[in-house]
């Protein structure tokens, strides 16, 4: 199972961005799909955007546009830009595997507000 540390979250005002990071261990990280995930409060986590071990990249709807993952094979590590943030956008956000390997690490908060 993939061990996730995610870093870069904050508190952002409407509009502004953020940059996220995920350093994986614990899988061969160049071989697999990664993602980005959220879960706002009271709701279910769901997936936000992934990225396969070709670079092919997909994203939910509400953040196609305002949103990049991208992944630097050399540091197991993947990112995801954050642009044009919402307040709906607010959550924790974690990373994992796609799918995802049933474990999570602590994640990071975003907090859109003004």
């Known amino acids: 199972q993939v061990r996730a540390v995610e870093s870069g979250g904050g508190l952002v005002q409407p509009g502004g961005s953020l940059r996220l990071s995920c350093a994986a261990s614990?899988?061969?990280?160049?071989?697999?799909?990664m993602a980005w995930y959220r879960q706002a409060p009271g709701k279910q986590r769901e997936l936000v955007a992934y990225i396969t071990s070709a670079g092919t990249t997909g994203y939910v709807d509400s953040v196609k546009g305002r949103f990049t993952i991208s992944r630097d094979n050399g540091k197991d590590t993947v990112y995801l830009q954050m642009t044009s943030l919402k307040p709906e956008d607010t959550a924790v956000y974690y990373c994992s595997t796609r799918p995802a390997s049933g474990s999570w690490g602590q994640g990071t908060q975003v907090t859109v507000s003004s």
């Open positions: 614990g899988i061969i990280f160049r071989l697999n799909a």
